[in-house]
């Protein structure tokens, strides 16, 4: 068990919240998370279960019919499902990244159109990188045409999270290429419109459990109420969005480090080679320390970013950016090393961390690549 709620006192709805959070994980998550993984299925029953519970899209308002998780219940949430299985953290993780745009752009009647299904389940991707605008995002060229009264989007996205499970996506589209970022806008499709297809699932190294693909627009017309930015105005709030959600990949980077720290100590603690416990040599015991001073730090500067993210400071730039690859270097790190520790055992499937080394790599490459996040940190240090 780590110190994670006594860090710093936080208040004790935050603690019960983390324990019940922790017990479903591990009751209802943790024993599908292998399966889930070789498989490459969707973890259907974790999405049941966090759904029955209110989590599955907890940030959602109360008026909209869900559980008004601040950013930092949101984080908690997420590393204690990340804790036992990447896969099924990408859930709540990707419901917010999907639904943000809306909440920090959309009107009243739109938030109530989709975050309410989206309470009950049906779930939200974001759709801004495509295959040749990942990194510099504002080249994406997925164009929106005003035809008439409508809209009509063509083009194709890339690398989205939880596309074809998900009922409605957040598409970052170019209405004029002539004004490069302040011609995009913002606009929410829905899975049901009419020219909207899905590619194959990707063939990845982790995350098996989430479903990447393509998603494709051909001619797909929607009116002007699907817009939830003003016209020019979608790559800002994209933008945005990310200074808010990047916490969120903090969070499972931080809960995927945990989990490999926990099973990692239990081992050392099981495992005799040459008469005595493994966590008996000290080499072991520098090991485990480390992973552990680490993942504390990480876990003061995420906690830190999402107090930042709920009250929108002027630095959440900055600490969601740092929080971001700072907590997701640490996962790398320490998932390597909880295998070193397994040793051979570390490197099968027989234990799970094997799958967090795979997982934790993702969480250093999306939403923005670590270099990404550290240019933002750059340009957001302050200069006066
Ligand atoms: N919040 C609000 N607005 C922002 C912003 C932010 N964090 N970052 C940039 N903008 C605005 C800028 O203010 C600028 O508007 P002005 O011209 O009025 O100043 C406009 O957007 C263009 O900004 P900029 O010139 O800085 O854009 P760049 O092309 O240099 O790109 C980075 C900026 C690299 C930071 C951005 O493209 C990025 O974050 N890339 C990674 C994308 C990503 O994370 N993809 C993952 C997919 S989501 S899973």
Redesign the pocket.
């Known amino acids: 068990m780590s110190n994670d709620g006594v860090l710093y006192g936080l208040p004790s709805e935050y603690n019960e919240l983390r324990e019940s959070v922790r017990a479903l994980s591990e009751k209802e998550i943790a024993p599908h998370a292998q399966a889930v993984d070789e498989d490459h299925r969707y973890p259907q029953e974790a999405s049941d279960a966090l759904l029955k519970s209110g989590l599955f899209a907890a940030h959602v308002p109360t008026e909209f019919g869900g559980d008004g998780a601040d950013a930092l219940a949101t984080v908690i949430i997420i590393e204690e499902v990340a804790r036992v299985c990447g896969a099924s953290s990408l859930i709540p993780a990707v419901n917010k990244?999907g639904s943000l745009p809306l909440m920090l752009g959309g009107n009243k009647e739109q938030k109530e159109r989709w975050l309410t299904p989206l309470a009950k389940g049906k779930g939200f991707s974001?759709c801004?990188?495509e295959s040749e605008a990942?990194?510099?995002?504002?080249a994406l060229k997925t164009k929106a045409e005003k035809v008439g009264d409508n809209w009509v989007i063509n083009g194709s996205k890339k690398?989205i999270?939880n596309a074809g499970v998900s009922e409605f996506y957040t598409v970052i589209a170019q209405c004029d290429p002539s004004k490069g970022?302040?011609g995009i806008t913002a606009f929410i499709v829905e899975k049901s419109d009419p020219g909207i297809s899905f590619g194959a699932p990707e063939k990845k190294m982790g995350f098996r459990g989430s479903p990447t693909r393509e998603v494709y627009f051909d001619n797909v017309t929607i009116s002007d109420d699907r817009r939830i930015s003003e016209i020019g105005g979608g790559?800002?709030l994209a933008?945005?969005t990310?200074?808010h959600t990047r916490i969120t990949i903090a969070a499972q980077a931080l809960g995927i480090a945990q989990g490999a720290l926990d099973v990692a100590t239990k081992y050392s603690h099981e495992r005799k080679q040459f008469g005595k416990e493994i966590f008996d040599f000290q080499g072991v015991q520098f090991m485990l320390a480390d992973m552990a001073m680490n993942i504390e730090a990480a876990r003061a500067l995420t906690y830190a970013a999402a107090a930042k993210s709920e009250r929108a400071d002027k630095d959440l730039?900055f600490f969601s950016a740092a929080s971001k690859a700072f907590a997701s270097d640490v996962a790398m790190k320490v998932t390597t090393d909880a295998v070193q520790v397994l040793g051979g055992y570390g490197y099968v499937s027989d234990y799970p961390v094997e799958r967090m080394m795979r997982d934790a790599k993702l969480t250093q490459i999306?939403?923005?690549t670590n270099q990404?996040q550290r240019?933002?940190m750059a340009?957001n240090l302050p200069n006066d």
Do not use: H, N, P, Q
């Not at 990942?134 to 504002?138: Q, R, T």
């Open positions: 990244l974001y801004l990188s990942g990194s510099d995002a504002s690398w999270s970022s302040k790559f800002s933008m945005d990310l200074d730039k999306y939403e923005g990404i240019i933002v340009r």
